[in-house]
T-cell receptor, first 113, second 111 residues
Framework: EAQVTQNPRYLITVTGKKLTVTCSQN?????MSWYRQDPGLGLRQIYY???????DKGDVPEGYKVSRKEKRNFPLILESPSPNQTSLYFC????????????FGPGTRLTVL | SQQGEEDPQALSIQEGENATMNCSYK?????LQWYRQNSGRGLVHLIL?????REKHSGRLRVTLDTSKKSSSLLITASRAADTASYFC???????????FGQGTRLTINP
């Protein structure tokens, strides 16, 4: 089944404790991105990747890191999480361009205490 | 205002009625897309309309695009309880490699 998977789905952590949210897609998509969704603010793009080893900042990259060593994986790294990073995070992928149909993962609900 | 604003923010109708949501945007676009999100879940792509298209259909969905007014509408006909969800428009900006989402319309279908 064609899909985007994220892990973990739920995470409660404490300020400053490094964490990684994994994202994997099995559709051979070149483009992958991370969004966060907050009430009243909609979806905002954190980082995106046009292809392996090619990443760039989205609208709200502060406090996040990403890497794209393999085509299928695009992990999101929070080196020192803070409470303002409490949010619902989505990974998405698409063929070639960012403005093709996006396939979204199920989401990761992160709480930073 | 943001690129890609939906109107209304919330809509509640009876099952069987039609639901119309609108999206306005500010800059030129490559295409405009509509997504559905069930509570707390990932977004699901519904339909994509290119800037040179005026209308598109998919099942009970009808999307229109008016580039002169920088607006789009999503019509869901013969609504069902399962259509209860949030609906987002997303604009693909012409030059930037990004898709910008609006804040969504929360649609409730009452049985």
């Amino acid at each position: 089944e064609a899909q985007v998977t994220q892990n973990p789905r739920y995470l409660i952590t404490v300020t400053g404790k490094k964490l990684t949210v994994t994202c994997s897609q099995n559709m051979n998509h070149e483009y992958m991105s991370w969004y966060r969704q907050d009430p009243g603010l909609g979806l905002r793009q954190i980082y995106y990747s046009m292809n392996v080893e090619v990443t760039d900042k989205g609208d709200v990259p502060e406090g996040y890191k990403v890497s794209r060593k393999e085509k299928r994986n695009f992990p999101l790294i929070l080196e020192s999480p803070s409470p303002n990073q409490t949010s619902l995070y989505f990974c998405a992928s698409s063929f070639t361009k960012s403005y093709n149909e996006q396939f979204f993962g199920p989401g990761t609900r992160l709480t930073v205490l | 205002s943001q690129q890609g604003e939906e109107d209304p923010q919330a809509l509640s109708i009876q099952e069987g009625e039609n639901a119309t949501m609108n999206c306005s945007y500010k800059t030129s676009i490559n295409n405009l897309q509509w997504y559905r999100q069930n509570s707390g879940r990932g977004l699901v792509h519904l339909i994509l309309i290119r800037s040179n298209e005026r209308e598109k259909h998919s099942g009970r969905l009808r999307v229109t695009l008016d580039t002169s007014k920088k607006s789009s509408s999503l019509l869901i006909t013969a609504s069902r309880a399962a259509d209860t969800a949030s609906y987002f428009c997303a604009t693909a900006l012409g030059r930037a490699q990004k898709l910008v989402f609006g804040q969504g319309t929360r649609l409730t279908i009452n049985p």
